[in-house]
């Protein structure tokens, strides 16, 4: 058996979720109101060496899946058009993809768009939300301790 190479994290949502705080000029969109190949080209930028399959494979993938809720898939659009930031999530409360685009980042679009997804959940009823991180990804953890999150027994 290898060594693990990523945890899972996890947030109750128990008690009242803060109101996200987007950044000036930034806001989330409806998944159907942005080009999904702009969706695709951040993930790609986000997670290179090629995690991410083609764009026709991609889009059908999750568009089919039947945890797919396109209301929960949060693009997060700049004032001029520019793609900030996207989560993508699965119906039974789990981030599958949380990217923010390199000129976004560090200003609050990945706290915001967590923040949100976190409401979204709470409002459904879901008691928690899960993802997975690597163990290497050093900002992406201190990001999610921030928010509460904490680690999980895996698989859960």
């Known amino acids: 058996m290898g060594r693990q190479s990523h945890i899972r ?3 109750q949502l128990d008690t009242p979720i803060a109101a996200p705080a987007w950044p000036a000029g930034i806001a989330p969109v409806a998944f159907g109101s942005v080009d999904p190949r702009l969706v695709h080209a951040l993930l790609d930028v986000a997670f290179p060496g090629g995690l991410i399959v083609p764009f026709e494979d991609w889009y059908g993938n999750l568009t089919s899946d039947a945890e797919f809720d396109a209301t929960l898939c949060i ?9 900030a930031g ?3 999530c699965w119906t039974p409360g789990f981030v599958k993809d949380l990217a923010v ?3 976004y980042r560090r200003k609050g679009v990945g706290t915001a768009l967590m923040l949100h997804v976190f409401a979204l959940f709470a409002a459904r009823g879901t008691a928690y939300v899960d993802l997975k991180v ?3 990804e050093g900002p992406a953890r201190r ?10 027994e895996y698989p859960v």
Do not use: T
């Open 9 to 11: 994290l996890r947030k």
């Open 134 to 136: 690597e163990l290497s």
């Open 143 to 152: 990001l999610y301790a921030r928010l509460g999150m904490i680690e999980a």
């Open 101 to 103: 685009a390199p000129g």
């Open 75 to 83: 693009p997060a659009l700049a004032e001029d058009g520019s793609l």
């Open 86 to 88: 996207f989560a993508q």
